[in-house]
């Protein structure tokens, strides 16, 4: 017992500061006025269609946009590869406004099950700048994350096509046999994506 409860203070304690859910990292509170992404948290499953019905009941001056992030996969079944979308957080989904605290309290008038997640108990915490940029740079216009091609020529990774492409640098692990790799997004190591990588190429 006494091990189990150590277990969870070192959990705590090496846990980074600043974190939204899914280890997303978390900005600064910012001055109403300025538009950022806060994370919402919603019922497992049904991502989408919460964010379709939020779009329909808030004013857009209080929600801009309302999104699941969903990611393209890699999936293996009888021998043959082929491309499947995921939601890359399950059970959340994003908020763009730029009044977070009017949002809330759109949202606790309404029946739909969605509120703002925060972090380390403060409320209405948006995502960080680095990570919100880096997803607007690499998902498309219906907010899919999809996958790359690349080639490794001598030992070096050469991304060909995809959201990938000119990012090699941030590319810490490839996975060739699951078409998957590790992209590090900086804030000292502390959050990492997976991202579909497919490498048909290796000399």
Same mark, same amino acid.
């Given at each position: 017992?006494?091990?189990?409860?150590?277990?969870?203070?070192?959990?705590?304690?090496?846990?980074?500061?600043?974190?939204?859910?899914?280890?997303?990292?978390?900005?600064?509170?910012?001055?109403?006025?300025?538009?950022?992404?806060?994370?919402?948290?919603?019922?497992?499953? /049904?991502?989408?269609?919460?964010?379709?019905?939020?779009?329909?009941?808030?004013?857009?001056?209080?929600?801009?946009?309302?999104?699941?992030?969903?990611?393209?996969?890699?999936?293996?079944?009888?021998?043959?590869?082929?491309?499947?979308?995921?939601?890359?957080?399950?059970?959340?989904?994003?908020?763009?406004?730029?009044?977070?605290?009017?949002?809330? @309290?759109?949202?606790?008038?309404?029946?739909?099950?969605?509120?703002?997640?925060?972090?380390?108990?403060?409320?209405?915490?948006?995502?960080?700048?680095?990570?919100?940029?880096?997803?607007?740079?690499?998902?498309?216009?219906?907010?899919?994350?999809?996958? /790359?091609?690349?080639?490794?020529?001598?030992?070096?990774?050469?991304? @060909?096509?995809?959201?990938?492409?000119?990012?090699?640098?941030?590319?810490?692990?490839?996975?060739?046999?699951?078409?998957?790799?590790?992209?590090?997004?900086?804030?000292?190591?502390?959050?990492?994506?997976?991202?579909?990588?497919?490498?048909?190429?290796? /000399?």
């Amino acid at each position: 017992m006494a091990e189990a409860t150590l277990n969870r203070t070192r959990q705590r304690t090496v846990r980074p500061a600043g974190t939204l859910a899914g280890g997303l990292p978390c900005g600064r509170r910012v001055p109403r006025g300025r538009v950022r992404w806060y994370l919402l948290k919603v019922r497992v499953g /049904s991502e989408a269609a919460t964010c379709e019905r939020l779009l329909r009941a808030v004013p857009r001056d209080l929600l801009l946009d309302c999104f699941p992030l969903v990611k393209e996969r890699w999936f293996k079944r009888a021998g043959a590869w082929s491309l499947q979308r995921a939601t890359a957080y399950r059970g959340y989904a994003f908020a763009v406004t730029a009044d977070p605290a009017g949002l809330a @309290k759109a949202l606790s008038r309404l029946s739909v099950q969605a509120e703002i997640a925060g972090a380390d108990g403060r409320a209405w915490m948006p995502l960080a700048p680095d990570a919100q940029e880096w997803f607007e740079r690499c998902m498309d216009a219906d907010h899919v994350l999809r996958s /790359s091609t690349a080639v490794i020529v001598d030992g070096v990774l050469h991304v @060909k096509e995809g959201p990938l492409m000119g990012q090699e640098d941030r590319i810490s692990k490839v996975d060739r046999h699951r078409r998957r790799c590790e992209v590090s997004l900086g804030w000292d190591g502390a959050f990492t994506e997976q991202m579909p990588l497919d490498v048909p190429f290796k /000399s």
